[in-house]
Antibody, heavy 118, light 111 residues
């Protein structure tokens, strides 16, 4: 059974760095056809793709957030980590990790609501 | 990269069909057959229901049908059931370094 679960702080202050962890089970992060992405959804707005890491450790980022975001993985632990620097209230939203199979997200975590506020 | 355009809401009676549109550009929807659709119930993560425009993962009823014409993709749900209520999102792979874009979501109400 494939599962993904996000964890991390639900409240961060402006200018702080957000670190989120996605714990995966039921598949290997080294499987050739699979990757993991982070996606967020601000309240009342469209989902926004943030980053992807592939089985070969290739990393891709949203153009608008490239300077603030980093994605990494620990295959042995089954974890994918997203780091986002200089958090702002506009970064408030629900953060999801999702498994990437070719060009679709075939399994998602339940999401982690993150609020940026002083 | 701008979000894809979806209608905010659609509705239909049980047994009827509804279609949700997803309009993008030649840099996303129109560029590849890499459009996917997701169903989301409140408080849960999205569920993949259509990938590569019209393919269904195992377990998704054939009442869900995807198609594409030009820069617009569509999701049709036939034989509406109460359990189909929820939010539906489209997504497309893109030609840019922002690899994926999403639609704003459509709320389906079964009357």
């Amino acid at each position: 059974q494939v599962t993904l679960k996000e964890s991390g702080p639900v409240l961060v202050k402006p200018t702080e760095t957000l670190t989120l962890t996605c714990a995966v089970s039921g598949f290997s992060l080294s499987h050739p056809r699979l990757g993991v992405s982070w996606i967020r959804q601000p309240p009342g707005k469209a989902m926004e793709w943030l980053a992807r890491i592939s089985s070969t450790d290739e990393r891709s980022y949203s153009t608008s957030l490239r300077s603030r975001v980093a994605i990494s993985k620990d295959t042995s632990k089954g974890q994918v980590v997203l780091i986002m620097t200089n958090m702002d209230p506009v970064d408030t939203g629900t953060y999801y990790c999702a498994r990437v199979l070719y060009y679709a997200f075939d399994y998602w975590g339940q999401g982690l609501p993150v609020t940026v506020s002083s | 990269q701008s979000a894809l355009t979806q209608p905010p809401s659609v509705s239909g009676s049980p047994g009827q069909s509804v279609t949700i549109s997803c309009t993008g550009t030649s840099s996303d929807v129109g560029a590849y057959d890499r459009v996917s659709w997701y169903q989301q119930a409140p408080g849960t993560g999205p569920r993949l229901i259509i990938y590569e425009v019209s393919d269904r993962p195992s377990g998704v009823p054939d009442r869900f049908f995807g198609s594409k014409s030009g820069n617009t993709a569509s999701l049709t749900i036939a034989g509406l059931q109460a359990e189909d209520e929820g939010d539906y999102y489209c997504s497309s792979y893109t030609t840019s370094s922002t690899l994926w874009v999403f639609g704003g979501g459509t709320k389906l109400t079964v009357l």
